[in-house]
């Protein structure tokens, strides 16, 4: 069997690499060397998936290749990936062009492109920005839904949850020395607070459902348990220290949703001396938690995070609450212009370009609009300017087809089973298994880990980072096979 284990291992630690590389570097258009490379991570994670894919009981590794190469190319997420991929090039290659002022007309427009009525961009930099990062959502996707076994997905997992830890230790550390007058806080490299806790909100639900999937194992292992438990601990200290108010506020219902599914799951699974273990644990942490911030440092950012949660309508000031409507009015000028393609700059931070759909009245709600990137708090719209319904579509295909699969699969567990005969001349509707063997905790969390960033990203910017951007990609590929097939188990 050794000659197997490459295949359980590789796929998974490339994946952990890339999200590894991408933790390390600062993304923008004015760093396009750092970013390079992950046109070749890319290629990288396509050839490895093909050389060494898990191989099915009674396949050797030959024919394991063969069938992934033909699944690959089979794949409607390989098909749509390559269309989404060659709209962003062309796109991106068909510029850039200019804001002109009209002289016939008074008005300002676009200059022509290189080939007229095809998309194109206005800034070349920007959009090549979101070129490399469509680089790495499908091919990430397609090494889990078919270079990936069972095993090797919850060995990916765990190796996602091991980066986010260490990302978030190192966050922690890196913003307790810094001095935050010399340069505007930016938590572990992400552009805004909320971004940086919705990443390590994600990890934390993974670690969660990691940790009750292995204390409820037959075989249960200490060491794999307290390293889960560390890794909880760091990703929600990641949240904690983001100062990201709607952040904390969900990590708590997650904390207690979680919690108490745990919970249900582990009492069939566990002895009354290991709960009472578990307890006493969980108690110790959280009075631990609580001296540290009520009695140790009192007078910390956290606390006045804390406090500020208490008066919602404080969150954000007037001044930011002018600038996002403002911002929206824009996009929604923009988007309507150019509804099919877009305008074709990642981002619109192009100051003519965002200044072309703006009223005279507007820029006074805007500091800094001269200087300063304009992004909307609402990745859909933003994405629906930069690609238009064309590309838009070409882009949430490949996760809708996932997100789909799963409800698929939810829908087939749930619904009412048939009556099966028991040849005594009486029927009933079988022996049903318990909710929590159904949708596991590891199921649970990873659905969680994908419905809350979703649904946020459709009021504040989310995944304007590619780190969140690849671990959607892996999660949603990664849930339609922690669910129950259709027809499978007590069907």
Known sequence: MRKFLPSRVVVPLHLAFIAAYLACIQWGADSICQYLPVAFLAAGLLEVTILFPSARRGEDPADARWRVCRDVLHDPVFVIGVFGFMFIALQTLNGPRQVVFDLSRGVWSFSSARIRDFPACVDQLRSAQGLFWSLLVIPAMLAVRRGLGKRGRILLLKCLVAVMSVSAIVAIATSCFADADDAPYRFAKFQSPISAGMFFLMGFCMADGLYAIEAGAEDPRPWPRRLLVAECIACAAGVVFSLSCLSQVILGGVFVVLLVYGAIYLARRLATAEKIRMFVGGLIMLGLAAFLHFVAYPGNQINGCFTKIATPEEWMSDEEKAEREVCATVAGRMAA?????????????????????????????????????????????????????????????????????????????FRPRRKVSDGTGTSSAGESRPFTDRVTPLALAVILAVAIPFAMSFHFS????????????????????????PGSADR
């Open 337 to 413: 212009d150019n509804r099919w393609v877009g305008v074709g700059t990642w981002g619109y931070a192009d100051s003519d370009c965002f200044g072309k759909y703006m009223e005279d009245e507007e820029w006074d709600a805007l500091p800094d609009a001269e200087t300063t990137p304009q992004v909307v708090d609402n990745d859909a719209l933003q994405f629906l300017c930069e690609y238009g319904v064309i590309g838009l579509v070409l882009l949430a295909a490949p996760f809708a087809l996932s997100v789909l699969a799963a409800l698929w699969r939810l829908i087939c567990e």
């Open 462 to 485: 989310v995944f304007r980072d590619p780190r969140n951007l690849l671990t959607l990609a892996i999660l949603t590929a990664v849930l339609p096979t922690l669910l129950p097939k």
